[in-house]
């Protein structure tokens, strides 16, 4: 007994088996019918009071008897007594509930076990009789069974819900989850369809890898016959790779070489287009005549033609090449020389022969070899030599002169303060002159005066001198003067029958050449002269100057020699003026310094004219034809003048006043 007692103060996992029945071992006896002695005492440790569960001290001190609670009616359990009911802690047998934190078991004692072994009287003290073991012995069963009930609470709870959660699921998500596996097996089946098809178009080999390319057919000039698609590409890709990375043309030029890479024209291969093709190549029946296609490269069975690049760039390339070797031809050209007698000998200089690379040609040539298979090698670019436009010898038999045209100008002024105005103003003519004596302009080209000349400024060491402005007045210009030389030049052309493409006349008419035949120029208001030389042969420009004896004036004259006109053929410009009216209007300026009755007059008045302008063509003396050209108007001005308002008592009339009509 004292060694039951011992064990009973243990907690229940040190318990020696058999000396207290663990909760599942009395509750599968009781399922069985089965009893064990002191029923009373057993009923007694169910009837436990709350006060000695929880505080051991409590049944020391008192000793009383237990008190048993009346058993519920109809339940077949025993019910907690009336003052276990009203204790502040929860304590209730089965499912309990706590407010203590979950027994644990294991190494460590719980405390339950330990407030329980407290609670047992020591030996030798009252209650330590029989009856006193057998309620400890049932006591202490009792409370391994609630410590059993407290561990395995969470445990019961975790079970229940999921129990719960697996009852209860949502509708939503159960026809979402539907859902997605219909999805799954929708796209399983997209994509065994597709590798189905794909099975389809690559034919028998896609399945089985039986069936075998023809007799006779050739890749790259490799013999594939009898092999599976598989096959020949092994036999095949090793070349195909070589070929790609090997391919290279260079184009020889002459003494020179470009060099045309694979890459650079994106060059590739569809090995299993080319695999295809082979593996669907039919050859002709026995019986049926041989047709051969002309128009292709490759012969019954022979692929050769397998690769692809961008035509686009191999254009661009041979386009590029041509750029680079291409050599424009130069023309002969006859160095003029003038005499004395202001005429004209050249010594001719033989032209240069140009090249130019033939682009289609040389590029039809290389996608020839590339139909045939072959991608690296060398070729000969196709280009031919360029003879120039103009040879010395045409030169000299089709040099001549075509026409010429004088005009002349004053050196000196009419007064000594008019002088130095004059003389910058022959000086502005020789410059220009100076300048387009000796031009050569080629065939087709258009000249231009302002372009070859050049801006007239004074910091480019033109003078100043009186040119034409507003319409009615002369000012002070930079290169003033010059409108004489693009008039003379401009009559030089007309009478060598040369194409004028742009010339304005003055808004004054000029006092050096007839109404409708003058030619105004100005660089800053692009007032031009313009021809184009359509006469097949270069024309050249040449101009000289000189005195006109005991006159204090010199002429300036324009030569043109191109290709000869007819033999015995000349054109002279003609103008008349078909129409004149005087201005009589005056513009006045009050001047209080000026007295009344007088006027002073700041710029003359000048009629309106019309002239018509023709080119007439002569055969030795006499003219053949006139063509007419174009009219020509020139609005004239009114006068301007200073009017007097002053009083003739205090203003003397000024020089040069003249009285007012």
Not at 270 to 281: C, F, I, K, N, P
Not at 386 to 409: F, K, N, Q, W
Request: proline share 5%.
């Amino acid at each position: 007994m004292d060694k039951k007692r011992d064990e009973l103060s243990l907690p229940s996992y040190m318990q020696v088996k058999g000396a207290n029945k663990s909760s599942s071992t009395l509750r599968t006896q009781k399922r069985n019918g089965q009893t064990e002695a002191a029923p009373a005492e057993r009923t007694a440790a169910h009837k436990i009071s709350l006060e000695e569960f929880t505080t051991p001290s409590a049944g020391k001190q008192s000793g009383a008897p237990i008190k048993k609670a009346a058993p519920k009616a109809g339940t077949g359990r025993e019910t907690l007594s009336e003052e276990m009911i009203q204790t502040p802690r929860r304590v209730v047998h089965g499912g309990m509930q706590t407010n203590r934190r979950p027994v644990q078991t294991g190494g460590r004692k719980s405390a339950s076990s330990k407030r329980a072994s407290q609670a047992l009287p020591p030996r030798g003290e009252k209650g330590s009789g029989a009856a006193g073991r057998a309620a400890r012995m049932v006591s202490g069963s009792s409370l391994d069974m609630t410590s059993t009930q407290l561990a395995n609470q969470p445990h019961r709870a975790e079970t229940a819900k999921r129990r719960k959660k697996a009852a209860n699921i949502h509708p939503g998500r159960l026809f979402l989850l539907l859902f997605v596996i219909l999805g799954l097996a929708v796209s399983l089946l997209v994509v065994l369809k597709a590798m189905g098809g794909k099975a389809n178009e690559e034919g028998p080999l896609a399945v089985g890898n039986t069936a075998k390319i023809a007799t006779g057919v050739t890749i790259l000039g490799i013999d594939v016959s009898g092999q599976t698609k598989s096959a020949a590409r092994d036999t095949v890709s090793e070349a195909v790779d070589a070929i790609l990375a090997d391919a290279q043309i260079t184009l020889l030029l002459g003494d020179e070489h470009y060099v045309i890479k694979g890459t650079d024209l994106s060059l590739a291969c569809d090995m299993e287009a080319v695999l295809q093709q082979a593996l669907t190549y039919e050859p002709p029946a026995e019986d049926e005549p041989d047709v051969v296609d002309v128009t292709s490269a490759n012969a019954p069975g022979t692929f050769n033609d397998i690769f692809t690049y961008d035509q686009a760039a191999l254009r661009r390339i041979v386009e590029d090449i041509a750029a680079k070797f291409d050599i424009e031809p130069v023309s002969a050209i006859g160095e003029p020389t003038m005499n004395e007698d202001h005429t004209v000998t050249f010594a001719y200089q033989e032209g240069k022969t140009g090249r130019a690379l033939d682009v289609d040609a040389t590029v039809e040539k290389i996608e020839a070899m590339f139909s045939r298979g072959i991608y690296a090698a060398q070729i000969d670019g196709v280009y031919s030599s360029v003879e120039p436009a103009v040879t010395a010898d045409m030169l000299s038999g089709e040099i001549g002169l075509r026409g010429s045209y004088t005009t002349r100008y004053p050196t000196i002024g009419q007064t000594s303060e008019d002088t130095p105005v004059v003389e910058n103003r022959v000086f502005n003519i020789h410059k220009a002159a100076d300048i387009i004596n000796g031009c050569m302009v080629a065939p087709g080209e258009e000249w231009s005066f302002n372009s070859y000349v050049g801006p007239r400024t004074v910091a480019g060491g033109w003078k100043e001198a009186k040119g034409i402005a507003y319409g009615k007045e002369y000012t002070m210009q930079a290169g003033g003067g010059i409108c004489q030389v693009s008039t003379t030049l401009y009559n030089a052309l007309q009478q060598s029958k040369v194409t004028i493409t742009e010339r304005q006349a003055h808004s004054i008419p000029s006092d050096y050449v007839k109404h409708g035949l003058d030619a105004t120029v100005d660089y800053a208001t692009n007032l031009d002269l313009k021809f184009k030389n359509d006469t097949g042969a270069p024309l050249y420009l040449f101009v000289y100057y000189e005195d006109v004896e005991g006159r204090h004036r010199q002429d300036i004259t324009f030569v043109i020699y191109g290709k000869p006109l007819e033999h015995g053929v000349s054109y002279k410009m003609r103008s008349e003026i078909i129409d004149k009216k005087e201005r009589t209007d005056v513009i006045y300026t009050d001047d209080e310094t000026i007295p009344r009755g007088y006027k002073v007059v700041t710029i003359d008045a000048r009629p309106s004219y019309k002239a018509e302008v023709y080119l007439d063509k002569y055969v030795g003396e006499g003219m053949m034809e006139s063509e007419y050209l174009y009219t020509d108007n020139y609005a004239g001005n009114a006068q301007y003048a200073k009017r007097g308002t002053g009083s003739p008592k205090y203003h003397a009339v000024p020089e040069g006043a003249v009285p007012i009509e």
